[in-house]
């Protein structure tokens, strides 16, 4: 069992930065490809980005690119999503979750953006972006 808990988020002006942080406790996270998502009031969750088990092997949705850089410390247990030139429409609850062990490359790219894959979540962390 993996429990993950999401920390960093907050309140930001339009164009500054937040990072957030997914703590894991209960297993190693070091073997387990992770994602992280968001779901903003009456929308559907939706895919943020993704990272396998090494770090080299990176996704991202198509509006996060070049705006939001996940990354890991297998040392810690920990990821993180640094996010740049925050926007309103960021406005969103964010969840990270674990994924499958053995996926890596063009098999995690699959299925990195689909919620349905994913084993474990955390609770979520608020993140509001003023104008």
């Known amino acids: 069992q993996v429990q993950l808990v999401e920390s960093g988020g907050g309140l930001v002006q339009a164009g500054g930065s937040l990072r957030l942080s997914c703590a894991a406790s209960?297993?190693?996270?070091?073997?387990?490809?992770m994602g992280w998502f968001r779901q903003a009031p009456g929308k559907e969750r939706e895919f943020v980005a993704a990272?396998?088990?090494?770090?080299?092997?990176?996704y991202y949705a198509n509006s996060m690119k070049g705006r939001f850089i996940i990354s890991r410390e297998n040392a810690k247990n920990t990821v993180y999503l640094q996010m740049n030139s925050l926007e309103p429409e960021d406005t969103a609850v964010y969840y990270c979750?674990?994924?499958?062990?053995?996926?890596?490359?063009?098999?995690?790219?699959?299925?990195?953006?689909?919620?349905?894959?994913?084993?474990?979540w955390g609770q979520g962390t608020q993140v509001t972006v003023s104008s």
């Open positions: 209960g297993r190693s996270l070091s073997t387990l490809p």
């Open positions: 990272i396998n088990w090494s770090g080299v092997d990176t």
């Open positions: 979750a674990a994924g499958k062990t053995g996926f890596n490359g063009g098999l995690l790219g699959t299925v990195a953006g689909a919620d349905w894959w994913y084993d474990y």
